[in-house]
């Protein structure tokens, strides 16, 4: 075993994750940022482009999370797992395993929209000019998803070694070239043709593609704790086995965020284009909190992976614990100040009174309860560490359940409308977050681990 992994295994939780997680943090809050000033670009173009990125936004969310979030997640444990029985080789037979699966899962979603896609966005509410921008958007996007498979997938490569400044300083660089390029391809800025909203799934493309190029590239001739060689190329069923045991399962969990999402995109759409764009402002900005909190969780993932491979269940607890607590306390901070002053931000996207009225209905609803989001989602990244993603899963079949039904009985049985769908939304996230810690405290990660 190295000097680093021995490091991690050994060192005290609460320094050692504030030290690991703040290269992500950071790194992401920029992505955030990037995030939002894309929407800022698009609310230049009118509600009706606003209203298509409320469409299709959820869509590269699910990308995005199901690569670096489940199957990146997934990659990450197995090769802290590796690093912390001591088997640095395993951890680089696995690396090709993870590259593979990339490539499949990135087909795998093109597939998909080629077949269902135009019904799906129709089904959200999509017509019109608005279903045509969300189509162009979406088929640029998945015919370049690849790239950001392989930059989720090649990130929790990093991670699962315990390197967590690399991915994070190179994720944050990309900043320099997606913001211009964004603001170039949407609105036409500096010459470039004006694309709208295919624009940023241009922007995104491309940025992926040099991000996960630069990566790749350090695995091969860096000095890297494990590296790409040819020597162990080939694939073996125990090795896709060890990954899909906690991808698949936590697969889940993006897609059910994503249905929960989505499902409400589609009742909030009968309040009409306003109420649609209002909230895709609104559901925006929740999402932005996986990113932010994908920090602290990264750094979980790979934490818990190594104790567990130790056999140091005690010390994969109260890693839990820890990063838990804190996600929570970022989360609900952030809530908590959007829900305060919504008039300081919300006119950045939009002048138009009625998304504006939306947009700051939601975020004064949903927001206080950010915090059981954070709590949820950081608890979900460290159970993928411990291979114990039967309470995650199960929380968030409930979290739908509660949000969607919810929203359903209150728009049909009260007078609360639009705001109807917005405590149901923000019920079901206290439901997620409760469930989640309750498991941690009966001993998930002691009966549910998931062994190579």
Not at 149 to 171: C, E, N, T
Not at 336 to 347: G, M, N, T, Y
Not at 429 to 449: D, E, S
Request: positive net charge.
């Amino acid at each position: 075993m190295d000097d680093r992994t021995q490091y991690l295994l050994t060192a005290r939780p609460l320094p050692l994750l504030a030290k690991m997680s703040a290269p992500n943090s950071i790194a992401f809050f920029i992505q955030a940022s990037v995030s939002m000033t894309e929407v800022w670009f698009v609310g230049q173009l009118g509600s009706s482009s606003l209203a298509a990125m409320a469409l299709v936004f959820p869509l590269l969310m699910l990308t995005q999370t199901l690569s670096a979030g489940a199957m990146g997640g997934a990659v990450a444990s197995a090769i802290a797992r590796a690093l912390g029985a001591g088997e640095p080789q395993r951890a680089e037979q696995l690396i090709w395993h993870a590259l593979a699966l990339a490539v499949i899962g990135a087909l795998l979603l093109f597939t998909l929209f080629w077949v269902f896609g135009a019904a799906f966005l129709r089904f959200l509410g999509g017509n019109n000019d608005t279903l045509t921008e969300a189509l162009r958007y979406c088929l640029v996007l998945f015919s370049g998803g690849v790239f950001l498979w392989f930059m989720g997938v090649v990130s929790a490569i990093y991670r699962g070694m315990g390197d967590m400044k690399f991915p994070a300083l190179v994720m944050a660089a990309s900043a320099l070239v997606q913001v211009p390029l964004s603001a170039a391809l949407v609105l036409g800025a500096f010459g470039a043709p004006q694309l709208g909203i295919v624009g940023a799934a241009v922007s995104a493309v491309v940025t992926a593609f040099l991000l996960s190029g630069i990566m790749i590239l350090r695995l091969i001739i860096g000095s890297t704790a494990i590296k790409i060689r040819r020597s162990r190329f080939g694939f073996e069923p125990q090795h896709f086995k060890e990954i899909l045991n906690v991808a698949l399962p936590a697969s889940l969990s993006p897609i059910l965020t994503v249905t929960s999402i989505l499902c409400l995109t589609a009742i909030v759409g009968r309040f009409g284009e306003e109420a649609l764009a209002g909230y895709g402002i609104g559901s925006r900005i929740e999402f932005l909190l996986i990113p932010l909190v994908f920090g602290i969780g990264a750094s979980m993932t790979s934490l818990v992976g190594m104790s567990v491979g130790a056999g140091n269940l005690k010390r994969a607890e109260r890693i839990g614990w820890v990063g838990g607590m804190g996600s929570a306390l970022l989360a609900g901070m952030i809530g908590v100040s959007l829900a305060l002053f919504p008039d300081f931000w919300i006119p950045l996207f939009s002048q138009d009174p009625f998304v504006q009225a939306a947009a700051k209905q939601y975020i004064q609803i949903v927001g206080p309860c950010f915090a059981f989001q954070g709590l949820g989602l950081s608890l979900y990244f460290a159970s993928q560490g411990a291979g114990a993603m039967f309470w995650p899963v199960v929380s968030l079949v409930l979290r739908l359940i509660v949000a969607v039904g919810g929203a359903l009985v209150l728009i049909n049985t009260t007078d609360w409308g639009l705001a109807g769908v917005f405590y149901a939304a923000a019920f079901g996230m206290a439901i997620y977050g409760i469930i989640m810690v309750t498991a941690l405290k009966l001993g998930a990660f002691r009966r549910g681990q998931s062994r190579p």
